[in-house]
């Protein structure tokens, strides 16, 4: 069968009519400082908590959305691939795990994709969503990521990754472990074409993922306090018998390694890539009108924010 | 004496009657009937034991602290061996060895993760558990062989990349992914032999080839079977469960189309006869150079980049 050959999925979220784990009502906990933030005031503030500051994880259509102009971007087709082809079973069956995080999620697998305009800039968008199975890269995902890369090559315009992973699905096995390789083609697909690669490393990123795509951007920018890595913290206290330092493979030391290029809060994110991306594609600056837009620290236009349409 | 696994021990009664027999009879008496009847009693459990390894037991198998390692595979394959050292940037990670040599007379650079026989040596060598500068040795080694044309042969033997504080602070998940996209950029063939363990993404990194090889009781997988144990089941010790769940032989990653070959192993295991395995391995790599030897840079990219885009894609499911 040919790869490319796309299938249009039924859209699980329009039939079961899915929502969201989190009731717009509710009240959210930092994770960090235990302070409690209303769910709206945290929407409102690009799910940053207000007092701290802590990057709370973004559902990835809320991402997109945060991303391209007026909010509107067109999904990418994702093609289909084999589920669970080793019919694999742990505690659990890995077909009742993915069932499981298809509902909570309203997304067929880790990574959704959308293509549109950044400040009039095309670009293409892809997002991991770690709330679906750890964001674990799997073949749909790989896929996914590859599609996405080659959208971009045929639309002749940069990429952008928003990652999020526990790394590869061990319930793939070895075809997991083989999206590594295969993603990493993707890149070469981008680079080849002479487009611009962004990485946007968010809270948490490690294992098969880093090793592989999300290390190789042109560019890599970091959300403040989030997790990058390849062995996870606990993996490495495991294996040593040691208590890691305090910050140890969070963004801002990774920036001080020299693994990523900058660390960015998430209400500059987005204009710092409209900014990165266009003297990358040698396009003229914003208008200081539009350009001052984004400058602000606090106040993204709310449009970008508003509840997500499920579609 | 061979160190014997823990699913050997009939092996090693039926074996060890043999020595005491022999020791007693002393050297001058010809081999007694009960001799000969042992041994090919021996010789039988063995065969039949071997050729129904489970996932688990093929495990142990590649662990086996006696398996030919990389060090022997470029003593037994490579002349005019030349070592070489250090990424140019940090230091030399004795994890991964490499050096230029000829294979069967023709130049080649050969690269491979190392264990170690012995305490001393699994130490220097990291249990073959290799940091960020050896994956950007693997990397200025690859380059060095890709600017002069020459074949280049790895040999996988891992655990996994080390996970240390250390490896982490100088980049190990960006040094495998750099050395995984260079195996798929170089223009000269490459042919990767996984002689033991594959452990996730310190393995790949070097195996990113053109041909991938495996010897028959090797492993090669996404995670350790602990790893996964603990990980999917709570349970290390639910370890033989993960090795069956996660199709990490030779023989399943050959019908999920992994690998392209899978290199026969003498009857008991690589261990039992190091340098037959070496030999066979030999021919093995032989084939699968002489197969890439006509195509040009582009066509070697164009194949491995085919190769793997096409894993996955003939699935059911």
Not at chain 1, 229 to 252: D, M, N, S, Y
Not at chain 2, 108 to 118: N, P, Q, R, S, Y
Request: aromatic share 6%.
């Amino acid at each position: 069968m040919n790869w490319i050959k796309n299938f249009v999925r039924p859209k699980i979220r329009g039939l079961l009519g899915a929502k969201r784990e989190v009731p717009e009502n509710m009240w959210i906990k930092d994770p960090e400082t235990g302070q409690m933030v209303f769910y709206r005031d945290l929407e409102a503030n690009q799910f940053v908590v207000p007092g701290s500051g802590y990057h709370m994880r973004m559902a990835p259509d809320i991402r997109l959305k945060s991303m391209f102009d007026d909010a509107t971007y067109q999904t990418i087709t994702l093609p289909q691939v084999a589920v669970d082809p080793l019919k694999f079973r742990d505690e659990r069956r890995y077909l009742d795990r993915l069932k499981e995080s298809k509902q909570k999620t309203g997304q067929d697998d880790a990574v959704l994709a959308g293509s549109g305009t950044l400040d009039g800039l095309q670009v293409v968008i892809a997002v991991q969503d770690f709330a679906f199975m750890g964001g674990s890269l799997g073949m749909a995902a790989g896929e996914a990521i590859i599609v996405a890369m080659r959208t971009a090559v045929q639309k002749r315009c940069p990429f952008v990754l928003f990652a999020s992973s526990g790394g590869a699905r061990m319930q793939e096995g070895i075809l997991s472990l083989m999206q590594m390789p295969r993603t990493t083609l993707g890149v070469r697909e981008l680079r080849a074409a002479g487009l611009p690669y962004v990485v946007v490393l968010t809270h948490p990123t490690t294992g098969g993922v880093t090793a592989s795509y999300a290390m190789l951007g042109d560019i890599h920018i970091a959300e403040p306090g989030a997790l990058i890595g390849f062995a996870g913290p606990r993996v490495i206290e495991q294996t040593l018998g040691v208590k890691l330092p305090e910050g140890f493979q969070r963004a801002e030391y990774l920036e001080e390694h020299g693994m990523v290029d900058m660390v960015v809060h998430r209400h500059q994110l987005r204009g710092t890539l409209s900014r990165i991306l266009r003297i990358l594609t040698k396009e003229p600056p914003l208008p200081p009108l539009e350009k001052a837009e984004d400058s602000g620290d606090k106040s993204e236009e709310p449009a970008a924010l508003a509840p997500a349409e499920t579609d | 004496m061979h160190s014997y696994l823990d699913f050997e021990t009939s092996i090693a009664e039926l074996e060890g009657k043999i020595a005491e027999l022999k020791a007693l009879a002393g050297g001058s008496v010809p081999i007694s009937d009960e001799v000969k009847g042992l041994e090919k009693k021996a010789a039988k459990s063995l065969a039949d034991l071997y050729v129904n390894l489970s996932p688990w037991q093929k495990a142990q198998v590649a662990r086996h602290p006696d398996r030919p390692h990389t060090i022997d595979y470029l003593q037994g394959l490579i002349t005019e061996f030349s070592p070489l050292s250090g990424d140019r940037k940090f230091g030399n990670d004795q994890a991964i060895i490499g050096g230029l040599g000829r294979f069967r007379d023709s130049p080649v650079m050969a690269i491979g993760l190392e264990k170690g026989h012995d305490t001393q040596s699994r130490l220097k060598h990291n249990f073959g558990m290799a940091r960020p500068e050896g994956y950007r040795k693997a990397v200025r080694l690859m380059e060095l062989a890709d600017r002069f044309g020459l074949p280049v042969v790895s040999f996988i033997d891992t655990a996994g990349a080390y996970p240390g504080i250390e490896a982490e602070e100088r980049g190990q998940a960006e040094a495998i992914a750099r050395s995984t996209d260079c195996c798929l950029g170089l223009g000269v063939p490459l042919v990767a032999v996984i002689i033991g363990e594959g452990g996730s993404g310190g393995a790949i990194a070097l195996a990113a080839a053109n041909s991938v090889l495996m010897l028959e009781h090797a492993i090669y997988s996404v995670i350790s079977p602990e790893g996964a144990a603990s990980i999917l089941w709570h349970d290390a010790g639910r370890a033989k469960d993960a090795a069956s769940a996660m199709r990490i032989t030779a023989q399943d990653l050959k019908r999920l189309g992994i690998i392209d070959d899978i290199v026969p192993e003498p009857v008991g295991g690589a261990h039992r006869g190091p340098s037959e395995t070496v030999a066979a391995t030999g021919d093995a790599i032989a084939r699968a150079l002489n197969s890439l030897r006509e195509l040009a840079p582009d066509a070697l990219r164009a194949h491995r980049r085919d190769k793997f885009l096409a894993i996955g894609s003939s699935l059911p499911g």
